[in-house]
């Protein structure tokens, strides 16, 4: 029995050593875990949209802000003076707009008056027709009567004269009511010129609507002068001088936000099958080792840059020689959203991280969330 | 309690947890042998060499469980 008990007591512990070590493989291929990680957040490129000096800064580098508190202030003076530009053509508009309408009811005055003026020359002309009828029978009369002697060759010229007179009178009558005619033909063309013109009544006025719209334009470009803070956030590496030329669409400054804090830990991509959305999370920051925070696994890159594949000379895809023996495990980013943050840890966009991830945690915690009532 | 993994500086030189339980129960392993030698207990084991490789390992993950973190 004494033979074997050295055997049996090295044979335990070799026994043991290799339990251990494969039961910590276990534990490893199930929490994996990475060095490779850092601390990220959304960073706002504050950009001016109107272009001028620079004449109120309030903020220093580093501070915080919060959103809608004043950045900065562009001069506004060359705004204010377009603004009250925008607001006398707007005037001017209205008043263009009113002496077209005016325009209208004048046009309309003359095709009130033209159809009275054909009015007229066809009483007239009716007035005329009488004339005519009486002067016709009085010339008719005098001709009968001549050869009786009851009448004078004179008076016979008189009548005759007098019809022929009165039918001349007609013809100038009817001229005069074609050019009426004529004239309220023309009338009517202006006044729907004028109305062309002055297009959709009231609020709807093209005229209208374009000067009111230069005067937003004004307005808003007059707001866009102060620029206020979009997000909660740091300040940060403000290069930015009070007196400075701000131009439009340029980035002025950048505010760290501060509510999208994140861990990105870069597993190697024969970890990422365990890992799945909701997974718990522990992070260890380089700056506060020992300070572990909890978060969960928010969601998992789906791509990588490559270096392979890329058009290289004559467009031909470039792909570097590999050696293949030794093969790198491509890294792909998991973001991991931080549940809790102690007042005592700050962060800073860039820290080191380290991430561990317990795979399956995401669907034990469902598990317990359900059994609880 | 478990430790969470996390990076071990030494000096400005941040090692993984792994090498540095690994070193530790290298060592105590190496000391437990001279100690075994010493008290003239290593004439229980059969083979000292696989006892001393065993023991690393027992230690390593022990040290890395408990106080490293791996």
């Known amino acids: 029995m004494k033979k074997y008990s050295k055997y049996i007591l090295t044979g335990g512990l070799v026994l043991i050593a290799v339990l251990l070590l494969v039961l910590q493989f276990w534990r490893y291929l199930n929490n994996p875990w990475t060095r490779d990680g850092t601390v990220q957040a959304d960073i706002i490129q504050v950009t001016p949209r109107v272009s001028g000096q620079v004449v109120k800064l309030p ?18 003076r060359t705004y204010e003076a377009a603004l009250a530009e925008a607001n006398a053509q707007y005037e001017e508009a209205i008043d263009t707009y009113n002496a077209q309408r005016e325009n209208i009811l004048a046009y309309e005055a003359r095709l009130r008056e033209s159809s009275a003026a054909i009015d007229q020359a066809q009483s007239n002309i009716n007035a005329l027709e009488a004339e005519i ?13 001549l050869p009786q002697r009851a009448t004078s060759v004179r008076s016979l010229q008189a009548a005759q004269a007098e019809f022929e007179s009165s039918v001349e009178y007609r013809a100038g009558a009817e ?6 005619l004529a004239s309220l033909e023309q009338s009517q063309a202006e006044l729907a010129q004028a109305r062309a013109q002055l297009g959709a009544l ?20 007059l707001e866009y002068t102060t620029v206020t803070a979009p997000v909660s956030g740091y300040v940060t590496n403000l290069d930015f001088r009070f007196g400075d ?4 669409n340029q980035p002025a400054l950048s505010i760290v936000d501060v ?13 990422i099958r365990r890992i799945s959305p909701g997974d718990q999370a522990i992070v260890t920051l380089m700056a506060y080792p020992y300070r572990p925070l909890h978060g969960y696994v928010e969601s998992i890159g789906w791509g990588i840059a490559q270096r392979d594949g890329t058009a290289g000379n004559d467009l031909l895809p470039r792909v570097d020689p590999t050696f293949e023996w030794i093969r790198l495990a491509q890294r792909i980013p998991v973001r991991v959203h931080l549940t809790e943050i102690p007042t005592s840890v700050e962060l800073r966009v860039g820290f080191t991280s380290s991430v561990l991830v317990m795979s399956g945690s995401a669907s034990a915690e469902e598990d317990d969330t359900a059994q609880t009532p | 309690m478990e430790k969470i993994p996390h990076d071990v500086s030494v000096g400005g030189f941040y090692l993984s947890p792994i090498l540095v339980s690994g070193l530790l129960g290298v060592l105590a392993a190496l000391l437990t042998a001279r100690l075994l030698d010493r008290f003239r207990l290593s004439r229980y084991f059969a083979n000292p060499p696989v006892v001393i490789i065993s023991l690393s390992v027992i230690y390593s993950v022990f040290f890395g469980v408990v106080f490293v973190g791996i």
């Open chain 1, 59 to 76: 903020i220093r580098d580093n501070q915080f802000v919060k959103a809608g508190e004043l950045l900065f202030q562009i001069d506004p």
């Open chain 1, 245 to 248: 030329q701000a131009v439009a």
């Open chain 1, 259 to 271: 509510s999208t804090y994140r861990v990105e830990g870069y597993f190697r991509e024969t970890f």
């Open chain 1, 202 to 221: 009231g609020i709807d006025n093209p005229g209208v609507r374009a000067a009111l719209a230069l005067v937003r334009q004004a307005e808003l470009n």
């Open chain 1, 175 to 180: 001229a005069r009511l074609a050019k009426s």
């Open chain 1, 133 to 145: 009828t009486k002067a016709r029978a009085e010339y008719k009369r005098q001709q009968e009567l």
